[in-house]
Structures are given as C-alpha cells and as structure tokens.
C-alpha cells in the first residue's frame, strides 16, 4: 500500500516540548496558568513565570541526583502544579516521563515501573508512598520514591531547593527523542509503553491549536480528564502552553459542576461519557420542574433547532435564548464557548442538544498511537454524524481487506507526524500494528465521504458475528439505550448467540420518583425483579431503537445489575472508556442465565 502523504518527515518548529515551555515562559510570564482550590474551596493561580521557576530549580535537582538523557522519570499523581513541574524539568534533561494513575493496581504500578526502566519515582500522596518505598530494593532499575509533598528531606521541596543551590541549563531534544512513555488503558487486558517522541506531542498539539484559534491567551481550559492519558496531555496541558492559556483543576466529579461555575472556563476537553452524564441531569431536572418552565424549555429547543437548520435566529429564538437557554449555560459559568470530546463518538442527539443550547461540541478521533489526535471538527468544518477531517499533515487510508460486504468502509489507517514511535520493549506487537510504509492500523472500521469527513461504523475488536451471521457493533446500541432516563449504563452482548441480550444499570432515583408517581407501594429493588417490569422495558428498548438499528441488533432480554461501571472497579479505563471484556467475565452467570432454557419459559 503505497500513495503520495501530506507530511515530508520533518516537523515544525518548536519540535519539542522544552521549546514549547520556555517560550510560553518567556511571553507569558504574568500570565495565569494553573489553578487549583483551596481548603476554602477558592482557586489559587499561579503564573507562568512562577511554574518556570519551579521547573528550572527542579531540573537541577534531578541533575545532582542521576538523571539524564534518556533516563525515565515516573509520577504517580493526579493533574496538579507538581505534575506539570515534574514533567517539564524531566524534558529539560532529555529524559523520559512516564506518568501513572492514582487508582490502579499495585501491580500495575510495579509493571509500569519494571517495564519502563523507571529511575526516579514520585508520587502524590503518603498512603501511595507507603505501599511503594521499599520497591528500590526490589526493582534494580529504581533508585528512589520521592514524595510530592510532605516535611523533611527527600521529598520534592528539598529536590527543588537542592537545584536553586545547583542551576544546570536545559538540553534541547531532538524531534525523535522520546518525551512521555504512556501506557494504554488496557481494554484488552494488555497495557502496552507507547513511545511517543517531542515531535509528536508538539505536532499533534500544533494541529488541533491551528484549527481552533480562537483560543487565545483569555482562555480558561477545566481539567477534569488525567494528563496521565494522551488525550488530556496534548488537547488540553501542551495546547494550552502554545498560547498562554489557563487550566483550572478539577477537585471532585461530584462538584463539577459548582467549581466551573467559579472557574467560568471557556472551553472544555471531555469525553461523551462527561456529557451524557449532564444531559440526562438536565433533561431529568426539566421534567421534574415541569408545568411552564417544561412548556418554555421545549418551545426554545425547538426555536434552536429551527435556527440550526435555517441559519436564521429571530425575535422568538432572541427572546427563548435569553430566558431559558442562557440560564443552562450559566450553569457551566456562562461563558463556555464549546468542547472537545473524544474515546467514544459522541451520540448525535445529544450533540445536536449541547449545539441547541449554545455549547457546541465538537468530536476528536485519535488514539494513544497517535498522540492522540487524528480527526477533529470545528465549526468550519462541521458534518453531523462524522468525527471531522484528518488534522494538518495527517492522511488516512481505508483499507477493504477486512470487509467483505461490499460496502466502502474498511479499517482506518494513519499516517503523518503523530504517529508513535513505537511500543516500549515490544518489536512484535510494534510490527502488529504499524504498516511497513509507516502508518498505523487503528483497528476501527470506518468510511471517508467525497469531502473528506470521517465516519466511525465499528470497533474491529469490539464487532461480534451472531449465530445468524450478523455482524453487531456493540457501542452505538448502547448509547442510544443510555438516552432512556431510567438507564444509567448498559452494555449489549451476543456474540455467537442468536439474538443480543442487555446488562443494564438503572437509574435508581428516576426509577424511585416513577414509582411514586404512579402510587407504587413495591420497592424499586423488588421492581427490578419483576419479570413483567423486565418485558414492559424491553418492549420499550425496542421501541426506542426500532427506527435506528436492524431488528436483530436489538436486545431481546434484559437483566439489571446494581454496581456502575468504574474506574475503581475495573470496568472502565481513565478515560471511561467500556472495558468490555472485564463486564463480560463479571457478569457471565448473568449472561448465562438470559440464554437459559429456564430464563426462556
């Protein structure tokens, strides 16, 4: 597979994230750039110039204790100052940062730590420390567990001011050496380094900045995702970097939506899990609020919808705005201009809603490989249903070799300067999924229009064959399953059955407040173990996707299951992203039973 690509092997200047740095630095010194609350649960800031200062005393502290060109640094921490500090004083010294999860596994940790050649480790919290100190003298490749924080010697303070007493200058990477070692989320149970170099990382932010430049050195990001991942790292920490913009820190999910009311952000990095979440909490809180304001709401989503579809606003449109939609979005501190959101396609009715209410969000397609981004939209280049065009210098192929059926879609394959550099210590699953031309399989089956906007149809690993012979693409069935208000997640199986089946997680209190309306006396639990409730809710399911889906990608049965899916238990990745096989193997007696013969009667 041969054809002409876009990008010619070298990339822009600043090719590295150490240039990228201290320019900010230097033109941006006053700026804001990092706030995070405090016990009063008011945002601190600190400036550019401050977190330069910090990074400059730290890279000499890592210089007095070993650290050098191609060494790896590991933090163990959540987004904070420190992280930022750690990571940029890393890159000054040409070394290598592996950043890891809070929650995770112990050995997972000791995995990373091993695989990675880990030298130096810091981490954020004593618990943390505690289970990881004696490591260096089990672990030959680790010299010593740093804590962030904390009184005496040895923690990242006394490394600080050991540097300010010994300055060493920055080195400048090259373009190929290797920045961050990232691991993957582990979906398939087998968590791989990916080498991402400077280059990478900076063409990759470089792009995304390009087509979205309205934002400016004003802009206030909200980070709620983990700079632990590729997509939090580059769409939201490097971007910001490039133009002076500020990132407020996250505290809790549960005062997500009380701290961007403090922060007022301007644009939010996010994932469609995030969305879906404030969606149903919107559309839930109308309906219980009901009477006029439900009347206004609909009236205004209409005069919304109207104005998308005709380009023209009007008095009637002007005046609901105002009333009602403008209410909404003070809610996310009422000066958010839009998001990105990536790890899964956005479901378009929800997305055509954040639209409505005067938040657009935009779709990211990418994947760690590719240091993340591949795709983006934006308000220039907009399709509904697609996930935008291939970002600057990126070309992507279809490859037909995996589809039989006729049709135009194939597995999506990359090329351009976001491509990795490879796996960690693992030439064959390196050789797995790059081409010998240099692209990158992603393992998604999708389609390109004649304007060059990118569909996402299936996950190649995720695609299961009923015993019919029909192909099933899981994800999308399940998104649209999670539009219903008493769903709180689902997962939909089948693979070699003859029909789908539904794990379904309900919405408790929404059941509760039903149940009460209709002068209920059972209890929600006992109602949950109600067949003839489980038959009215698969009817209803099957309703709901008739016009969507192919009779046979509807589920038949349903089974409800009371514990979420989670970070902590295992069942979703940092990016909450579904790990499908982890709820499969939970869940298989479940399964099991929805396919027995007793089940059936």
Not at 258 to 285: C, G, W
Not at 324 to 340: N, P, Q, T
Not at 544 to 562: D, M, S, T
Not at 570 to 593: C, E, F, H, P, S
């Amino acid at each position: 597979m041969t054809f002409k690509k876009s990008w010619n092997g070298i990339y822009a200047k600043p090719d590295n994230l150490v240039e990228s740095f201290e320019s900010a630095v230097s033109k941006y010194t006053n700026n804001r750039f990092i706030g995070a609350k405090d016990q009063s649960g008011n945002y601190n800031w600190v400036t550019y110039g401050q977190i330069g200062e910090r990074v400059d005393n730290l890279r000499g502290g890592l210089a007095d204790i070993g650290i050098g060109r191609d060494d790896a640094v590991g933090i163990i921490s959540t987004n904070s100052v420190e992280w930022v500090v750690c990571a940029f004083a890393t890159y000054g010294l040409s070394a290598r940062f592996v950043p890891m999860y809070e929650v995770e596994l112990f050995s997972m940790w000791r995995y990373i730590i091993e695989d990675a050649d880990i030298k130096i480790l810091f981490v954020s919290k004593k618990e943390i420390y505690e289970k990881l100190k004696n490591l260096p003298g089990e672990i030959p490749c680790l010299k010593r567990v740093i804590l962030i924080s904390g009184d005496g010697d040895g923690n990242l303070a006394s490394l600080e001011n050991t540097g300010k007493a010994k300055p060493v200058k920055s080195t400048i990477p090259s373009s190929k050496d290797i920045a961050v070692l990232i691991y993957t989320s582990g979906t398939t149970g087998d968590p791989k380094g990916v080498l991402l170099s400077h280059g990478n990382c900076t063409s990759c932010s470089r792009a995304g900045w390009h087509l979205f430049q309205e934002m400016q050195q004003d802009s206030i990001s909200f980070a709620h995702l983990p700079w632990a991942h590729s997509y939090g790292f580059s769409a939201e920490l490097n971007n910001c970097i490039q133009f002076g913009g500020a990132i407020a820190l996250m505290d809790t999910l549960e005062t997500l939506g009380e701290d961007m009311a403090k922060v007022s952000p301007t644009f939010l990095i996010s994932v469609p899990r995030v969305f879906n979440k404030i969606y149903a909490k919107i559309m839930q809180t109308i309906k219980e609020e009901g009477g006029l304001k439900l009347k206004l709401f609909n009236m205004a989503l209409e005069s919304a919808r109207r104005k998308r579809e005709t380009g023209k606003s009007g008095l009637k449109y002007l005046l609901l705005d105002k009333i009602v939609l403008s209410k909404i979005r003070a809610r996310f501190g009422g000066r958010l201009e839009g998001a990105l959101t990536a790890s899964a396609k956005m479901n378009p009715e929800i997305a055509q809603f954040f639209f409505d209410i005067g938040i657009p969000v935009y779709d990211c397609y990418g994947m760690t490989e590719t240091s993340p981004a591949i795709t983006m939209s934006h308000s220039t280049r907009y399709r509904a249903n697609t996930v935008g065009k291939a970002l600057e210098y990126i070309d992507i192929v279809i490859d037909k070799s995996k589809v039989d059926d006729g049709s135009d879609e194939g597995e999506i394959i990359i090329y351009g300067p976001n491509v990795m550099q490879g796996y960690h210590k693992k030439p064959e699953k390196t050789a797995e999924i790059m081409t010998p031309d240099g692209g990158i399989r992603t393992g998604d089956r999708g389609k390109l229009d004649e304007d060059g906007f990118l569909y996402i149809t299936g996950r190649f690993k995720e695609e299961y064959k009923l015993a019919n012979g029909k192909y099933v693409f899981p994800a999308e069935i399940e998104e649209y399953i999670k539009l219903l208000p008493y769903v709180a997640n689902v997962v939909v199986v089948g693979d070699g059955c003859m029909y789908n089946v539904a794990l379904i997680v309900p919405n408790v209190p929404v059941l509760e407040k039903l149940a009460q309306e209709v002068n209920l006396s059972i209890s929600v639990t006992d109602l949950l173990q109600s067949n003839k409730v489980k038959g009215l809710i698969t009817k209803e399911i099957a309703n709901h996707l008739k016009n969507k889906f192919g009779g046979y990608e509807i589920p038949q049965k349903i089974a409800f299951i009371k514990e979420d899916f989670t970070v902590e238990n295992g069942l979703l990745t940092q990016t909450m992203k579904l790990k499908r096989g982890n709820v499969v193997g939970k869940y298989k007696d479940i399964i099991a039973d929805l396919y027995s013969e007793a089940h059936n009667k």
